[in-house]
């Protein structure tokens, strides 16, 4: 009666909770399996950042909720952003979930399945509904654990959490809290430990990781506490890349962008929120940068780094964004020619002020404007990629694709490469010369003389 399947919906954010819960969960002797159909507690950690998400987990959960009327003793968590959006409140649609759990009490849940389990034990059935969604002071400081898998080479780690940005359009200020902080010892700390387990690439996590430290730390001859962490890690033996996500533009500041010039395991690969290119929406999102801002940043880091690669989000569709707003989105998202994008149309989400602004823009408009952007990116991207072909990149080999036929890896810039080689390199970084590519993935041999493939 101890199996467990977490499924995660979201961010990486969400991933690497859900990561910390399955470490902490077998800390106290439950098993962590890959099988939905095969366990006997079941945890949905969920995100809110649209409608659709909740509404995609609360119909997971009815369907899932069906099983406990053959097995009364199986168990039902609901965790994360939607747990905390709704909490009590999701029982009017879900009423058998036994675990409802918010964002700052993810260590609470071993504690909160053992008293589950133990009333089972003792013959005496779940009577109400375990509800935690309440604010912890230092809750940050608990996403600390990992489970790696055999000869894993990346991880994410958790640095910051909360958001004090508002944005119009979000409801992370509401499913997360406000910034917070871990210590930077702590972090440095957990960095090593990875090094020593075999991680060769640490991913940065936050939801505005651009902020870390900005009230617990002092800026040091105008280095901020975010670039003193990214130079602390860089100093770390073994570790061989560094990325971070999600940063904001006004995190952007000179240290940060000159940081990708002479801190040589940052990769030149940086995810830029755009949202819109309309100074009009972006004062209506409450975003405080101009586009003329943003193009500047773009236009610095590539002046550091001139084969820098572009991610970025944009929301189509805002309440207002007229045909010329969206013109100047247009213009600034072929102008930025991004790598990689993430483009949403629109959804009010409650309790955000968007909710209530006027002139919501019509489904079949934002449905042309999403695909505009997305024809634009899927050109850029074969661009870029026409690019590689014949040229050697450094790849960081992961290990066997999805089929188990060829191996996987990615270069500095984020791009996925499938090649042949053999389990001795994973975790190793080889030459790979490309020889073939699509819009999402690059195809290549290793070219170092002498390596068995």
Do not use: W
């Amino acid at each position: 009666m101890n199996r467990v399947y977490i499924k995660t919906y979201g961010c990486q954010m969400n991933e690497r909770d859900s990561e910390a819960v399955a470490a902490m969960l077998r800390g106290r002797g439950y098993r962590i399996v890959n099988d939905e159909d095969n366990c006997d507690i079941l945890l949905l950690n969920t995100c809110s950042v649209r409608d659709a998400a909740e509404q995609k987990a609360i119909g997971k959960a009815a369907h899932v909720a069906s099983r406990k009327k053959k097995n009364p003793d199986f168990i039902l968590g609901v965790l994360g952003c939607m747990a905390q959006n709704r909490g009590a409140a999701l029982l009017d649609r879900l009423p058998d979930v036994d675990l409802i759990v918010g964002t700052q009490k993810f260590h609470q849940v071993p504690d909160y399945l053992d008293n589950l389990r133990a009333a089972q034990a003792a013959g005496t059935p779940i009577a109400t509904t375990i509800v935690d969604i309440e604010e912890e002071v230092g809750s940050q400081n608990t996403i600390v654990e990992h489970v790696l898998e055999e000869k894993q080479v990346s991880a994410f780690v958790s640095i910051q959490q909360g958001c004090n940005m508002d944005c119009a359009f979000c409801i992370v200020p509401k499913t997360r809290g406000d910034e917070r902080s871990r210590p930077m010892d702590d972090i440095v700390r957990e960095c090593e430990q990875l090094a020593e387990r075999g991680v060769k690439e640490i991913t940065l996590l936050g939801q505005i990781v651009t902020s870390y430290g900005r009230r617990d730390y002092v800026h040091t001859g105008g280095v901020t506490p975010f670039v003193q962490l990214l130079e602390r890690v860089n100093a770390i033996p073994g570790i061989a890349r560094i990325r971070f996500t999600s940063p904001h533009p006004r995190g952007f500041k000179d240290d940060l962008i000159q940081a990708y010039g002479r801190l040589e395991k940052l990769c030149e690969y940086v995810h830029l929120p755009l949202q819109s290119g309309s100074d009009r929406i972006l004062k209506a999102m409450n975003r405080p940068y101009s586009r003329d801002r943003y193009k500047q940043i773009v236009d610095d880091l590539r002046a550091v780094r001139p084969d820098m690669y572009f991610s970025t989000d944009v929301i189509v569709g805002f309440p207002g964004e007229t045909d010329d707003d969206f013109a100047q989105t247009r213009e600034l998202f072929e102008a930025c020619n991004y790598d990689m994008a993430y483009v949403f149309k629109y959804s009010i989400r409650t309790g955000t002020p968007a909710e209530t602004m006027g002139d919501q823009i019509a489904d079949e408009v934002k449905e042309a404007r999403n695909a505009e952007l997305l024809a634009i990116l899927q050109a850029n991207s074969n661009r870029r990629n026409a690019l590689l072909l014949g040229t050697t990149e450094e790849v960081l080999v992961e290990g066997r694709d999805k089929k188990g036929l060829r191996y996987m890896g990615r270069t500095r810039g984020n791009r996925i490469v499938h090649f042949d080689a053999n389990d001795r390199l994973i975790g190793q970084l080889v030459p790979v010369k490309i020889e073939r590519a699509s819009t999402a993935v690059l195809y290549g041999s290793l070219a170092l003389a002498g390596v068995e493939q």
